[in-house]
């Protein structure tokens, strides 16, 4: 082993991951995705939020390493803390003066309890036609894909028409804090020359009609403004009047906050997707009112519905630590997602509606981002989806959470949610995402391995 990553100047410590000999190896992609998907879910790489309980991520980042390793391609890892690793590999393409793309997943995942569950959330199982295991949608499934794929090419000897950077990144879950952000500020000379990137949630179906699907490719999400409310006040004994209660102060704002209905606000991106559905389904839009629209999506207008403007969810409470004293502070956490171009008078609205005795602070404060529908990779999304459904009409639209993208765009590059995939009309994939029973169809990680497969050959 070396003690540097190659193409890496930063004086931060890492370890490169040297090839070794290959075995007996499946031809194609399409055949061994939903093995490396079971595998990745079979590790539990749950990411708490608290470096003390979070587990997995260095387990998952060897194992794509061996992956990698097992036909010949080296890799770098790296941690930002024990066990928060994130991983790095460069496959060479044929135009070196081309800028390199980067293609990025995320190896952790949000907990899960399999009480809860039809399946053990770790199993890895397949039942039903489904791959089922926390993870699934989010991210592994997109992770499996890639990985099929870059070790069929070294399988066939087939080179990318330019050089491909692939990370695999820990903590995407909890802000990218000790993950992508990490690798950033550590090690940004593998990015070098980036200018576009591919990750997850987006390039996935939504069916209009037995011929006409929309697949959502992601070009917005909105910002992270995640925050902590502290009410102050007299302490003092319960019996006795308190008219400076900070419980009270915190418990009215936190309500002002849960009631107000941010104003309908439609960026370019949401506007060409109602745009798009309107068409499709034969509905007018009404800018101002939007959800006639979004109701056509069925399970899916709950996710799309928080794009057409910002959004701000109380989360958690905390106060006190007898019944009978009435404590000097309460806090609160608050979830909110500004819209792109839209952050100063959001954050505005919210200490208007906390009131001036509350203080803001934030646990993690990141910026929307958006990005045009348009250029030479976008036209590469487009084609290899039509190319294997006829049926396609791929489309722009706004993420409802947050991704990777955003420690990305601190070095300039523009950021596309790919992660094909062709999915059941009847299946609600939006509530999967950290939901129970989250699961992927096998057709659908095929799909999506043909799909990538014909659009890095373009790209």
């Not at 010949?72 to 460069?90: K, Q, V, W």
């Not at 989010?138 to 080179?159: E, I, N, P, S």
């Not at 995407?172 to 500020?185: C, D, N, P, Q």
């Not at 404060?365 to 250029?375: M, W």
């Amino acid at each position: 082993m070396n003690d540097v990553a190659p193409q890496d100047s930063s004086d931060e410590g890492g370890t490169v991951l040297s090839t070794t000999d290959s075995g007996p190896i499946p031809a194609a992609a399409t055949d061994e995705v939903v093995r490396i998907c079971q595998e990745l879910l079979r590790i539990d790489s749950t990411n708490t939020g608290d470096n003390d309980t979070s587990v997995g991520e260095r387990a998952a980042a060897e194992y794509v390493a061996a992956q990698l390793a097992e036909v010949g391609i080296d890799s770098f890892l790296t941690e930002s803390a024990p066990g928060r690793a994130s991983l790095l590999a460069r496959i060479p393409g044929a135009d070196a003066s081309r800028p390199p793309l980067l293609v990025h997943g995320h190896l952790d995942v949000v907990p899960a309890d399999p009480s809860e569950w039809r399946v053990h959330p770790f199993s890895g199982e397949v039942r039903d036609g489904y791959v089922w295991g926390r993870g699934a949608v989010d991210m592994k499934d997109f992770d499996a894909m890639v990985l099929a794929l870059v070790r069929q090419w070294r399988r066939t000897g087939w080179v990318p028409p330019r050089d491909i950077v692939l990370a695999f990144f820990a903590d995407e879950e909890a802000g990218s804090t000790y993950g992508a952000h990490h690798v950033i500020e550590h090690h940004a000379s593998w990015f070098e020359g980036v200018t576009e990137a591919i990750g997850e949630v987006g390039g996935y179906s939504v069916s209009v009609s037995d011929d006409l699907r929309l697949y959502l490719i992601q070009t917005a999400e909105k910002g992270l403004n995640w925050m902590r409310l502290t009410a102050r006040g007299a302490p003092g004994h319960g019996s006795m009047v308190h008219h400076d209660n900070a419980v009270a102060a915190l418990c009215r704002a936190v309500a002002r906050i849960s009631a107000h209905e941010f104003p309908v606000e439609l960026t370019p991106t949401v506007r060409r997707f109602l745009d798009e559905v309107s068409d499709a389904y034969g509905v007018p839009l009404d800018p101002e009112k939007p959800e006639q629209v979004i109701a056509t999506l069925g399970p899916m207008a709950r996710a799309i519905g928080a794009t057409v403007r910002n959004t701000a969810n109380p989360t958690m409470l905390s106060a006190g630590y007898k019944t009978n004293v009435v404590p000097g502070e309460a806090h609160a956490t608050v979830d909110g997602r500004a819209l792109p171009g839209h952050e100063d008078r959001f954050l505005a609205e919210i200490q208007r509606l906390a009131g001036a005795g509350v203080e803001i602070a934030y646990e993690q404060h990141q910026p929307a981002l958006e990005t045009d529908f348009n250029g030479p990779l976008v036209d590469a999304m487009a084609e290899s989806l039509r190319h294997y459904d006829a049926g396609a009409r791929p489309v722009p639209y706004m993420m409802f959470g947050g991704t990777d993208g955003k420690a990305l765009s601190r070095l300039g590059i523009r950021h596309f949610g790919f992660a094909p995939l062709k999915l059941p009309a009847d299946l609600d994939f939006t509530g999967l995402f950290h939901g129970v029973d989250e699961r992927v169809p096998v057709d659908a990680l095929r799909f999506g391995v043909q799909v990538l497969e014909r659009f890095f050959a373009h790209c």
